[in-house]
């Protein structure tokens, strides 16, 4: 006879939850890099209405965690699996803030014409989010090699982040006029490297869940010698 | 969660041993098919209270009562006979029960004192009554053996089919497993929840831990005064009073 049925239940519970904040983090990049394309500023909005639902419902986990260490007093797998979940709605809350950061400044921009053609910022946006996707479904299946090709993902936006600073610096040497909005564009940049960043933690925080160790694996999987900052001449 | 329908209700309630008073003004309301832990430290007035609820106090000729307890609006003080209210009001103790019997007759026990004697009806009431306590599967094939040769969480999930064979609304448990070992502790605590979808519990903890594990509302006794009765997940994640919080935090005293 399998025991504690209603302690399993609220784990199953907050699993469900877990992954719902997850697709609505999906679906906020999905949109804000959309508006941000289509100078949409009624999809922009929409970004942030839903950032709103995704705070709501980081509290509502938040709360069952606190009531289920409360009320269940977890320990071992259990512990670990609540204290994971209080840490990635932290990252996954953040990455729903930097979507509507975005959100923010393809409204500002929504009238003016762009300095340059989206190219990167895109194919960066694509990166953050699949890493995102990846990092959720590896909590979803405990998958540790999945969490981990995440963490190894990181460098490559971090990349891509260095390659857009580099152009943006140039345009904003040639062009004066161009300024404000290349610094809009850095801005989104590296809104974008931090939802990477972020991602790299859910991964961190599901291979702790698994294995009870918690390593910074981004840095084990940084590339030797590679610069962080690209020096611009 | 939202208030269910009031089920029980004492109302500044005192009990008195002879001289010394054991409740002092316990004013309580028990909501339908929920779970209420009554916790506090030994001397708190917690047993006390649960026995004036199907009024075991009786008993004791030394004890006087004032104040009222409600059972569905009738006062049970005054209104009801005392057969019918512990028919709708069963208990479990503390330590396993059974009468020595067999497990069938154990079950049958209190159906046939309130009248029933089909044989069939029998069957089918200790048949469900033991599927109801999470018994049925252990025991369906020796309901015949002496109940004593249970082992002691077996013996209480008995005590428990015992109590719902003749159909009671409320049950009351008083420390239902403190004499049992830490699986079948958790067995009766998963029952619990199972039962409250059809009764209405109230039980009595020492293990605060318990208390957290499986009651909707939790009310903290102390010196026979009720200190704080709200949600559980109150109690224990935001107390209001700072001697509830001492008590759950083990820092009372």
New interface residues.
């Given amino acids: 006879?399998v025991?504690?049925?209603?302690?399993d239940h609220g784990l199953d519970d907050l699993h469900l939850d877990l992954i719902k904040m997850g697709s609505l983090v999906e679906e906020s990049i999905d949109n804000t890099i959309q508006a941000l394309k289509k100078q949409d500023v009624e999809m922009a909005r929409q970004v942030f209405l839903n950032d709103d639902v995704i705070d709501d419902l980081e509290q509502q986990i938040e709360k069952k965690c606190?009531?289920l260490i409360?009320?269940?007093?977890p320990l071992a797998k259990d512990l670990r699996t609540i204290s994971t979940a209080l840490k990635i709605i932290t990252d996954m809350e953040r990455i729903a803030d930097h979507s509507a950061d975005i959100a923010e400044l393809t409204i500002r921009m929504a009238n003016v014409k762009y300095i340059k053609p989206l190219i990167d910022i895109p194919k960066m946006a694509e990166l953050a989010k699949q890493m995102v996707n990846k990092s959720i479904d590896a909590y979803v299946r405990q998958d540790i090699i999945l969490a981990q090709e995440v963490c190894a993902s990181d460098d490559d936006v971090d990349d891509l982040f260095n390659k857009i600073v580099l152009e943006l610096v140039n345009i904003m040497k040639n062009d004066s006029e161009a300024v404000e909005q290349a610094i809009d564009f850095m801005f989104i940049a590296k809104y974008l490297e931090r939802m990477a960043d972020h991602a790299t933690n859910i991964g961190e925080w599901v291979v702790f869940n698994v294995t009870g160790e918690h390593d910074h694996l981004a840095r084990l999987f940084h590339k030797e010698g590679r610069q962080d900052f690209p020096h611009v001449k | 969660m939202t208030d269910g329908k009031l089920k029980i209700k004492t109302d500044n309630l005192n009990l008195f041993y002879s001289d010394i008073q054991a409740l002092k003004n316990v004013t309580v309301d028990i909501r339908e098919r929920e779970v209420t832990a009554l916790i506090g430290p030994s001397g708190c007035g917690k047993s006390t209270f649960i026995k004036t609820l199907n009024r075991m106090n009786d008993l004791v000729s030394s004890v006087r009562i004032t104040g009222d307890v409600y059972l569905d609006d009738l006062n049970i003080y005054r209104e009801y006979d005392i057969v019918d209210l512990r028919k709708r009001v069963g208990m479990v103790f503390q330590k396993p029960n059974p009468f020595p019997m067999s497990i069938y007759d154990n079950v049958a026990y209190g159906p046939r004192i309130h009248g029933v004697k089909s044989k069939s009806q029998l069957n089918e009431i200790v048949e469900e009554s033991l599927k109801s306590a999470a018994l049925w599967d252990e025991v369906k094939d020796r309901l015949k053996q002496n109940a004593l040769g249970l082992s002691g969480g077996q013996q209480q999930r008995l005590c428990i089919a015992r109590v719902l064979a003749v159909e009671p609304e409320v049950v009351l448990m008083d420390e239902p497993t403190s004499a049992l070992d830490p699986i079948s502790t958790l067995k009766i605590e998963d029952l619990i929840d199972e039962l409250k979808e059809k009764y209405t519990i109230v039980i009595v903890t020492h293990n605060m831990q318990q208390a957290g594990r499986i009651s909707d509302r939790t009310a903290f006794f102390l010196h026979g005064e009720v200190v704080e009765f709200d949600f559980t997940e109150n109690i224990f994640s935001k107390p209001s009073d700072k001697r509830t919080e001492d008590y759950i935090t083990g820092r009372f005293g």
């Fill in positions: 006879m025991t504690r049925h209603s302690f606190m009531n409360a009320r269940q007093q």
